[in-house]
């Protein structure tokens, strides 16, 4: 199993459609975006779901409430408030090809802020666009922006191609063209 550079991962955006409209590189004033050397850093998109507790809901992901959720659209940044998680998603949609593994990992300059961004790792054969989760684990509010990057992608290929991919299984993320909240 290997990591892929930059070069290949351009070569599967441009073959098989990896990432749609990739960009290149950052631009001046980000905090990233686009192509690293092995990688690349998805960005933020504008629609969130920020965490509520208006009715003192519990969070079950068997029995999981849309209620405890409130809807924000914002155009250049979303301020956080301290202790809270809000659920983001890519602006780039993906195709992951049979063959890669992808793993998703916060970027430094949040993280040493003290906001913490997880992804689980994106199976081969799953579509989609990216459901972000994003925590402020400070007692700050906290500052995130749209458009730029907020966690990197690592492509790993695999020695053979495997069994049962996501799609194969039929997996309940598959094809995601929205935010998307937990699903049994």
């Known amino acids: 199993m290997?990591?892929?550079?930059?070069?290949?991962?351009?070569?599967?955006?441009?073959?098989?459609?990896?990432?749609?409209?990739?960009?290149l590189k950052s631009r001046s004033g980000t905090i990233s975006a686009g192509f690293s050397s092995y990688g690349y850093d998805i960005r933020l998109d504008k629609h969130f779901k920020i965490f509520t507790n208006i009715d003192n809901a519990i969070i079950d992901?068997?029995?999981?409430?849309?209620?405890?959720?409130?809807?924000?659209?914002?155009?250049?940044?979303?301020i956080i408030p301290p202790h809270t998680?809000?659920?983001?998603?890519?602006i780039e949609y993906l195709k992951?090809?049979?063959?890669?593994?992808?793993?998703?990992?916060?970027?430094?300059?949040?993280?040493r802020c003290g906001i913490i961004v997880n992804v689980t790792p994106l199976e081969p054969e799953w579509e989609g666009y990216i459901t972000i989760e994003?925590?402020?684990?400070?007692?700050l509010p906290a500052k995130v922006y749209?458009?730029?990057?907020?966690?990197q992608l690592i492509f790993l290929t695999a020695n053979t191609?495997?069994?049962?991919?996501?799609?194969?299984?039929?997996g309940k993320y598959?094809?995601?063209?929205?935010?998307?909240?937990p699903k049994v």
Request: charged letters at 25%.
């Open 146 to 151: 749209i458009g730029e990057g907020i966690t």
């Open 2 to 23: 290997g990591v892929l550079s930059d070069r290949e991962i351009m070569n599967l955006c441009e073959d098989h459609n990896l990432i749609d409209n990739p960009i």
């Open 96 to 111: 992951i090809p049979r063959d890669i593994l992808v793993i998703c990992l916060g970027k430094s300059t949040y993280a």
């Open 161 to 170: 191609v495997c069994d049962v991919s996501y799609a194969d299984k039929k």
């Open 61 to 78: 992901p068997k029995n999981f409430s849309k209620n405890i959720f409130r809807d924000v659209t914002k155009l250049q940044y979303l």
């Open 85 to 90: 998680f809000v659920l983001g998603k890519s």
């Open 174 to 181: 598959q094809h995601q063209d929205q935010l998307t909240l």
């Open 134 to 139: 994003i925590s402020n684990t400070t007692s």
